[in-house]
């Protein structure tokens, strides 16, 4: 029985929630005495209004379209991944490693290279939880989370011992080379007015291939039907033959190596260099994205490019407007995963029960 | 390695053990009502934060405690509302109050004091004191329990001993009285305490809000007893720790209070030490720092023992209509 139509589901609900998220980030803006709407202006125009803000904007974005997918699709076998910041960490180490062991004479090499490297230790690192999962029923929220602190301690241990430049204090890798240097926006679109500074390169088209490549997974292979029949109920899955370990380790290896790929943007496209926590949190914003963008690939896009632009704009919030921190977008980001998450009854009820009473209205 | 250096090692164990410990039983008694907590890091930031806030304001740790204890308890009624009343994802929920905490205590705190997030450090009695025990001075002389008794167990900050006598109550709670035994229903089969006509809802908030409690104590702790003030992000993953050992000690309250103190050991062996070396291999610190997770993934494989958590956890009951 459908209660609503369709776009009231995709569009409508999640619009509301959102409304609701930025009504109670605006509210505590108010509180600490600041000016929502001026705060809000700030951030409208330093994430969009210059071809500068739009550099970081698509920079933070390509981020979160990784890390968001990486969620998305293990939502869609409902898994829940919350380990997408330590497996870009280790994704991290997959790209750094292939960057540094070949000198590479050209970004077009070395980008395919670093793209598997990347998705190969993220998928590795996502398969031990998926194997307990699936083999020993390990709740995976929880190995997952632990996984992040693992792989935190393991990446620490690595710069610091390991890899770091002999000589040199910084816990970090020497730079990479000139040949694995991918192409920023200055080179290849310095015509819209992208200058030197902006971190945006092109693993934001290998995020965008990324989002066309698991719509294709999702909705037009036999795999992905195999992962959302896993999901909508695992009974019926196993009774119509698809094999549950199977379709769990797939799915996670996946979403793991979506969230390595994260790396290729962040340190091979940015720092061009391994550093400690190059991820940032942009692992738990995919949960959020996800959420957010219904975990549909286009969707998935769109809370990308709105978190990108939250994440720039609330950087330049804190230089304009000195009161209200950075923290503000941590906040504004919990409030979002919030009512569009754990709240998502609250508002899903009432405007059901409108649809409801309007179709009585009509009959 | 001495006597006095393992004194004060055990002596830094029971103080690091301690928000694991309060941590840990609180997320005892909401899971065991079939309420899934990962939000326990954020409910103990928040109350770090609002306890060395107001008790920075007032100079009064006790105030700074309530207001430290109100705040946890309102990210619990938050969690409550959300997982419980409309039966929103519980996990979700929890990612959700962790970033809260996260961004609202700097945020606050950057608008009261202006000191980047931190608050003014705390002295006299905006602190909790050291208690010394009686006849601590007594025994002292007393070979190898009177050191245990004087140096490691005397002389903690009153929630450290909270702390440990909430470890019986727990359990005498849980298992001895009908409060207990309902809570404990509710968690493994809320249809059959239903029929019996007990309120889910009214056992499961409960649970929730005995969890926000005690998260505000440990909280508390950590900003007036453990520390003196407030800095950023200074939860430091102890509520995933706490959580980790939960499931290392599968839900029982003894076992949690054992597992906190083991896990309290790793990290103070890891402030002291550098490198351990242990049967001519040496461990990093980072490899202390990792083995309460490496361990509680061993127990959830079930390689050793394994855990099996209450059976309705996770999932928000729906009443037959």
Request: hydrophobic content about 55%; charged content about 10%.
């Amino acid at each position: 029985m459908d209660t609503m139509p369709r776009w009231a589901d995709i569009a409508l609900i999640p619009l509301i929630n959102l409304t609701l998220a930025l009504l109670v980030s605006a509210l505590v803006i108010a509180l600490i005495g600041e000016n929502p709407a001026q705060a809000m202006g700030v951030m409208i125009r330093g994430a969009v209004g210059s071809a500068y803000g739009w550099g970081y904007t698509l920079y933070y974005a390509t981020n979160f379209i990784f890390t968001g997918l990486a969620v998305a699709v293990a939502f869609h076998a409902r898994l829940f991944n919350i380990g997408g910041e330590g497996q870009a960490a280790l994704g991290g180490l997959g790209v750094a490693i292939v960057c540094l062991s070949v000198p590479w004479p050209h970004w077009t090499l070395a980008l395919p290279a670093a793209v598997l490297g990347g998705a190969l230790f993220g998928a590795a690192w996502a398969a031990i939880p998926a194997w307990l999962q699936a083999t020993r029923g390990s709740h995976i929220v929880i190995t997952t989370i632990m996984f992040n602190f693992i792989a935190s301690a393991l990446l620490v241990y690595l710069l610091v011992n390991v890899l770091k430049v002999p000589g040199s204090m910084a816990p970090e890798t020497a730079r990479f080379p000139e040949g694995a240097r991918l192409p920023s926006a200055y080179d290849w679109g310095a015509w819209m007015g992208f200058g030197r500074s902006a971190p945006l390169n092109v693993a934001f088209f290998v995020a965008l291939a990324c989002c066309v490549a698991v719509w294709v997974l999702i909705w037009k292979t036999r795999l992905g039907y195999e992962i959302r029949a896993f999901g909508q109920s695992e009974a019926a899955a196993k009774y119509a033959g698809i094999r549950p370990v199977r379709t769990i380790m797939i799915t996670m290896l996946i979403s793991g190596g979506l969230a390595g790929l994260m790396a290729v943007n962040a340190v091979q496209g940015e720092a061009e260099r391994l550093v400690i926590d190059s991820v940032q949190g942009a692992g738990f914003v995919g949960i959020a994205v996800a959420l957010m963008g219904r975990s549909h690939p286009l969707g998935v896009l769109l809370a990308a490019l709105l978190f990108g632009a939250l994440y720039q704009g609330g950087a330049e919030l804190e230089f304009e407007m000195p009161a209200i921190s950075r923290e503000m977008i941590v906040v504004i980001q919990a409030l979002v995963i919030l009512f569009t998450g754990a709240l998502d009854n609250m508002v899903r009820g009432p405007v059901e029960g409108l649809f409801r009473r309007r179709r009585k209205g009509a009959t | 390695m001495d006597l006095a250096t393992v004194i004060q090692l055990l002596d830094s164990t029971l103080r690091l053990a301690t928000p694991l410990l309060l941590a840990c039983l609180a997320g005892l008694f909401s899971e065991r009502a079939g309420i899934f907590d990962i939000g326990l890091e954020g409910k103990m930031l928040a109350a770090a934060f609002f306890s060395a806030a107001v008790a920075a304001m007032t100079g009064n740790v006790w105030i700074g405690l309530l207001a430290g204890t109100a705040a946890s308890l309102a990210l619990a009624a938050l969690h409550g509302l959300a997982s419980i009343t409309f039966r929103g994802n519980q996990l979700i929920s929890g990612v959700a109050i962790n970033f809260l905490a996260s961004g609202l205590t700097v945020l606050i705190g950057q608008t009261w004091f202006q000191l980047g997030g931190r608050t003014p450090s705390l002295e006299g009695a905006a602190r909790f004191q050291e208690i010394t025990l009686p006849l601590a001075g007594v025994l002292e002389p007393v070979p190898v329990i009177g050191p245990l008794y004087a140096n490691v167990l005397s002389g903690h900050t009153i929630l450290v001993y909270v702390g440990l006598l909430a470890v019986p109550a727990t359990w005498y709670v849980l298992f001895r009285t009908r409060f207990g035994l309902r809570l404990r229903a509710v968690g493994e089969n809320p249809g059959a305490v239903d029929t019996a006509g007990v309120s889910v809802v009214g056992l499961r908030f409960s649970a929730v809000l005995i969890c926000g409690l005690l998260c505000g104590l440990a909280g508390a702790y950590l900003a007036t007893g453990l520390s003196a003030g407030f800095v950023k992000e200074m939860s430091a993953g102890r509520g995933f720790i706490a959580l980790a050992a939960l499931i290392f000690a599968k839900w029982r309250p003894w076992y949690a209070l054992a597992a906190c103190l083991l896990f309290g050991l790793l990290e103070a062996l890891g402030n002291r030490f550098q490198s351990l070396e242990v049967l001519g291999v040496t461990l990093p610190t980072q490899f202390m720092q990792a083995l309460p997770y490496i361990l509680t993934v061993v127990i959830l494989a079930g390689f050793v023992g394994k855990a099996i958590p209450p059976r309705a956890g996770g999932a928000a009951y729906v009443k037959e209509r």
